[in-house]
């Protein structure tokens, strides 16, 4: 409860891009994910989405959270179960959950800690078998597994582990009946699986994984283009250097000492659990470190591939937790600590007994532990969970990393809020999982097409020039100027048609000349209230006045009422760097998306944005000029909007702690 409580605090609040985006809209509308399907989660998904609570997305993330929860509470009872101390459960089941990566992946849903949930169920019903060895432990066990190997298979590593674990405990089958039905158990989950071709009959989103003939089906659940990516190649090394270090920092030095500890008691006091354990880690270790994701767009998506070893780690953590605890409380039954005393010295002083002696110094063993691992790997994991999603960060152009909801929510609103009717958005899997859910799930912009992966832009503007549709790419693009001249729509980078030489009804005009021959001529803010630590959206509008031969770069600038500048941003290009001004037509208007955050410590008051035009190469501001066409200086800002101060005390707690 207390993990749960935890990751409601820092939970996403909404929608999320790429696969945790993908089951927050497969299942409301019973699509099919990508491969191998997850059967299990889906229809977990969308019996829990029914829920009157929230949007669908944050439904999902609160399940999420409850069954990353669920995991703690387990890896706490396997503790308590190997080492009879239900204190050292805790220590590692709170070292698992407020650790970076768990802690990370629990408020931001994904396929990944039901996987650590599955995994942990199992080990435990394990070791409740093995104290007690009955047909229904046997039974539970073989269908539990059956279950997490029909959501995640890499749950297959296991199974030379399980095998191991029953062979040391010498059970062999009564009879072929057992086997067979033992075998049934660990396959009737898999049945699930028969979702697959039904839901990938129904032609909806993604619907970029035929299944439609059983070789196509076979191919969907080996995934081999997926799988291809799993080889230990010479980088293997080095990624395993890198998950100790994610190790590290999600279980601090303190947690690291504990876990080696741990596993050291585990060979010493029950070695056949330990072989169980490490035939566990070491396989799901190697794999996770065997991920060449060339299709990674540059985010250490592979990370989540250590999770089941993790969860592991936390169980040495918690037995490290018990030894030590053991330790001092054998030091202090033979008196190797001195006399703990209390009050007075004289006759009739007050002494407290060996047991209640050994009681207050592992009491203060766990508040040490605690207070240390609070202090170090916890307070490291949860600044930029907080800071995620208090709203304070921009865009980049690529979006390739739309894993916190304020970021995906207002890519994603403002995105179908802008696009021109019967439109079609060209996405990469990161930004398209946002607009689908808001377009399948919430119902927004049906009319919008959107088109995925992001190399069918050529076929899409070919297939639209017949019939004139507005067609707008989600992300930056190299080589996209070679379609013709762009402009933002909103967050969007609109390439056909071309440009108009209006400005849009909601923008605000204006005249600011400068030198060259480029003007700006308007500005809409995409909010109409702002606050510290939120996020200033908007687009400026600028016009070729003269034929531009020099490109143009444009920094944005974040100023308050004594000229101290707070915040900025340049690009070489406007429209997310893919419009040069030296291809713009005279008289087009051209949109140029911009954002700026708004610092946590920012005072409420009066700010403007100076946009700053300039050349490359050698650096050269322009100057604005005056009616007459003469120099009159340095740009002005525009008009100034007034910020609000935030009102969350955590937010700013954590902006002083970043001197912000």
């Known amino acids: 409860m207390a993990a749960f409580v935890v990751y409601l605090a820092t939970l996403s609040s909404g929608v999320l891009g790429g696969d945790a985006g993908e089951l927050q809209f497969v299942p409301p509308i019973l699509g099919l994910t990508h491969p191998t399907g997850y059967p299990l ?146 396959l009737a989950p898999l049945l699930l699986y028969a979702y697959v071709p039904w839901a990938g009959s129904r032609g909806l989103p993604p619907g970029s994984w035929p299944v439609d003939t059983p070789a196509a089906f076979a191919e969907f659940l080996l995934d081999r283009g997926y799988t291809s990516q799993i080889r230990p190649d010479a980088a293997l090394v080095g990624r395993l250097g890198e998950e100790l270090r994610v190790l590290l920092r999600s279980f601090g030095p303190l947690g690291v000492l504990l876990g080696m500890l741990g596993l ?184 919008v097409s959107i088109r995925y992966p992001i190399e069918r832009l050529d076929q899409t503007l070919a297939d639209a020039a017949a019939t004139d549709t507005a067609v707008y790419v989600a992300r930056t693009l190299p080589g996209l100027e070679s379609r013709g001249v762009t402009s933002s729509d909103g967050p969007l980078v609109r390439v056909a048609p071309p440009p108009a030489s209006a400005l849009p009804p909601d923008a605000t005009s204006m005249d600011q000349r400068f030198e060259g021959g480029i003007s700006l001529v308007g500005i809409e803010y995409h909010a109409r209230t702002f606050r510290a630590g939120s996020v200033v959206p908007f687009t400026l509008y600028w016009r070729a006045d003269t034929p531009l031969s020099d490109d143009v770069a444009v920094s944005v600038r974040l100023m308050n009422e004594a000229g101290d500048v707070l915040a900025a941003h340049d690009e070489r290009h406007p429209a997310l760097g893919t419009s040069p001004t030296s291809r713009w037509r005279l008289g087009d208007v051209i949109g140029d998306y911009r954002e700026l955050p708004l610092g946590a410590r920012l005072p409420a008051g009066s700010y403007r944005i100076v946009p700053v035009p300039y050349r490359v190469d050698p650096r050269f501001e322009l100057r604005r000029l005056g009616p007459d066409g003469a120099i009159v200086g340095a740009p002005n800002g525009l008009e100034p909007f007034a910020v609000a101060r935030s009102a969350s005390l955590v937010f700013d707690l954590l902006g002083r702690l970043r001197g912000r």
């Not at 070893?309 to 490290?320: E, K, M, P, T, Y």
């Not at 001195?338 to 592992?362: D, K, Y």
């Open 41 to 186: 989660q889906v229809l977990l998904h969308k019996a829990w989405s029914i829920l009157p609570f929230g949007t669908v997305a944050y439904r999902l993330n609160v399940l999420d959270a409850a069954l990353a929860a669920c995991a703690v509470a387990i890896v706490a009872s396997i503790v308590h179960h190997l080492s009879g101390r239900w204190a050292a459960g805790a220590i590692g089941a709170c070292c698992l959950a407020f650790g970076e990566l768990w802690w990370s992946q629990a408020v931001r849903g994904d396929k990944y800690t039901l996987n650590g949930l599955f995994l942990a169920v199992v080990l435990l019903l394990f070791l409740r078998w093995r104290e007690r060895p009955t047909p229904a432990r046997l039974a539970s066990l073989a269908f539990v597994f059956g279950l997490g190997l029909a959501h995640h298979r890499s749950m297959l590593l296991v199974i030379p582990a399980l095998v191991a674990g029953l062979a040391m405990q010498r059970w062999r089958p009564r009879n072929a009946g057992e086997a067979a039905r033992l075998g049934m158990l660990v």
């Open 264 to 447: 050291s008691w585990g060979v010493r006091h029950d070695w056949r659990a330990t072989v169980v354990l490490v035939m566990v880690a070491l396989p799901q270790a190697v794999l996770g470190a065997s991920y060449v994701l060339e299709s990674n767009y540059q985010l250490p998506r592979h990370w989540v591939f250590f999770l089941p070893g993790f969860v592991v780690w936390s169980i040495w953590v918690g037995l490290g937790a018990h030894a030590t605890l053991a330790g001092v409380e054998r030091l202090v039954s033979v008196g190797r600590l001195g006399p703990l005393r209390l009050g007075p010295t004289r006759p009739g002083q007050v002494r407290i007994g060996r047991s209640r002696r050994s009681s207050l110094v592992a009491g203060a063993c766990i508040a040490g532990i605690l207070v240390v691992q609070g202090g170090t790997a916890w307070l490291r994991a949860a600044e930029p969970l907080i800071r995620a999603e208090a709203g304070a960060e921009t865009l980049d152009a690529w979006r390739q990393d739309l894993q916190r909801s304020p970021l995906a929510d207002r890519f994603g609103r403002l995105a179908l809020e802008r696009v021109a009717p019967a439109s079609i958005i060209v996405c990469d899997w990161e930004q398209a999982t946002v607009l689908w859910y808001l377009q399948r799930v919430e119902g927004i912009r049906p009319d």
